[in-house]
């Protein structure tokens, strides 16, 4: 008698550890997202300082979400004009991104069972790109151009490994160019300028970098092509002002649903807008700038995860045939009443992974400023092309010595 008591409450046991398992599964996806939720709030608030304390310990998002804090730190450091210590973080993501390239086994597994949540959030191909992009920015700002340098390079294998997703990137690659030529890197530089040419609307905003470059090469036929191209009222100064202008926020990731009956799920993310509104910004007082180089982050995030489509589905598709093989198995064993709890447990525990970098904006826009030498006080004004909703930033009063490339991070 005892013995059969003890089957029951097993048969009972089985059926209801699934809802259990689904239970601790939604406190473990709100635990690990909710301090950067919390901090992306706080960050787009203007209140940097809670943002960052909100990720004061990493173990506080869960370690599934480890590469998210890292580079939500980054960001919120960088906007806090704390170059280095956004490098420490930033340079930590880029250390997980390449240990993720080791797939965990046990990982894979369990997520063939649940969902991603249960993986290590690894990064979009876009995100690890604009890791690099970031760690760039910061060594120009910090004056260390041996070190933009280095993550030039890295930027170069990403794009060489999915050139399409990054084909619209002109942001990123115009500062590959630019950490190229400030460590007299011409050759790499001008290779980077070139496709750059072929791939912009028009040649116009890197023509004079392509003349000067193609010129130290030894390269006269290039001179001649791309000289045509320079701007007519391009300004000349004794040094530059560099910009780096950020704007907007980037679109979050959504759940998308496809459902099969009788109880078959396929979850997807997806984002919830593909393009960013162009933006004219002009410096002030009036001052003429080079052709400004800018990217859509909305548009490129939506195509590295378009790219990664065909990946997901495919898993998806393996998860729920493992997914109905056990809830056949639990009503074999336990009966129809539990196969219909284990299918709606199941059902319940397909949720898509919609974690993504929060902080991030939603488009980069590189401006290069000719300057004669002296002190300058400047405000750089940021508006739709037909001039709406203007806002005005200001840059610090700085002095520009003859010679000089000075850069400067702006956020609106």
């Not at 794009?159 to 997703?165: D, G, K, Q, T």
């Not at 004219?280 to 007082?285: A, R």
């Amino acid at each position: 008698m005892r013995r059969c008591l003890c089957a029951g409450r097993a048969r009972l046991a089985r059926p209801g550890s699934i809802i259990f398992a689904f239970l601790a599964f939604s406190l473990l996806i709100s635990g690990c997202t909710g301090s950067l939720k919390r901090s992306a709030k706080l960050f787009y608030a203007g209140d940097y300082d809670q943002a960052l304390a909100e990720l004061a310990d990493a173990d506080g998002v869960g370690g599934k979400s480890r590469l998210l804090w890292f580079m939500e730190r980054g960001v919120i450091e960088h906007r806090m004009g704390r170059y280095r210590e956004s490098n420490t973080d930033l340079l930590a993501a880029a250390r997980l991104i390449e240990e993720f390239e080791t797939i965990s086994a046990s990982e894979q597994l369990s997520s063939l069972v649940t969902s991603e949540w249960v993986t290590s959030y690894k990064g979009e191909y876009s995100e690890r790109l604009w890791v690099h992009s970031y760690l760039m920015m910061n060594f120009l700002l910090l004056g260390e151009f041996d070190g933009a340098q280095v993550e030039a390079r890295q930027c170069l294998k990403l794009l060489e490994a999915y050139p399409e997703v990054f084909k619209h990137d002109f942001y990123t690659r115009a500062l590959m160019a630019l950490s190229f030529s400030v460590v007299a890197e011409d050759n790499d530089a001008y290779l980077v300028y070139k496709k750059l040419a072929q791939d912009l609307p028009t040649p116009q905003p890197v023509a004079a970098d392509l003349v000067r470059l193609a010129a130290r090469l030894g390269q006269g036929d290039e001179v001649a092509r791309f000289k045509r191209h320079v701007p007519k009222a391009l300004p000349s100064g004794a040094g530059e002002l560099v910009l780096f202008v950020a704007g907007g926020r980037l679109p979050v990731k959504k759940p998308g649903n496809v459902v099969v009956p009788p109880s078959i799920r396929f979850s997807f993310p997806y984002y919830t807008s593909r393009r960013a509104t162009p933006l004219k910004v002009t410096i002030l007082p009036p001052t003429p700038v080079l052709p400004p180089i800018s990217t859509d982050l909305a548009s490129v995030a939506a195509s590295s995860l378009d790219k990664r489509k065909a990946q997901i589905m495919a898993k998806e598709a393996v998860r729920a045939t493992g997914k109905e093989v056990m809830a056949r198995s639990v009503g074999n064993s336990f009966g129809d009443a539990a196969e219909i709890l284990a299918r709606l447990s199941l059902f319940l525990l397909e949720e898509p992974d919609t974690r993504s970098w929060q902080t991030l904006p939603n488009r980069l826009t590189l401006v290069r400023v000719p300057l004669p030498a002296g002190r300058h006080e400047l405000r750089v004004r940021v508006s739709t092309p037909e001039g709406f909703g203007a806002r005005e930033l200001e840059i610090p009063p700085f002095e520009l010595r003859a010679g000089q490339r000075l850069f400067r991070s702006l956020r609106y």
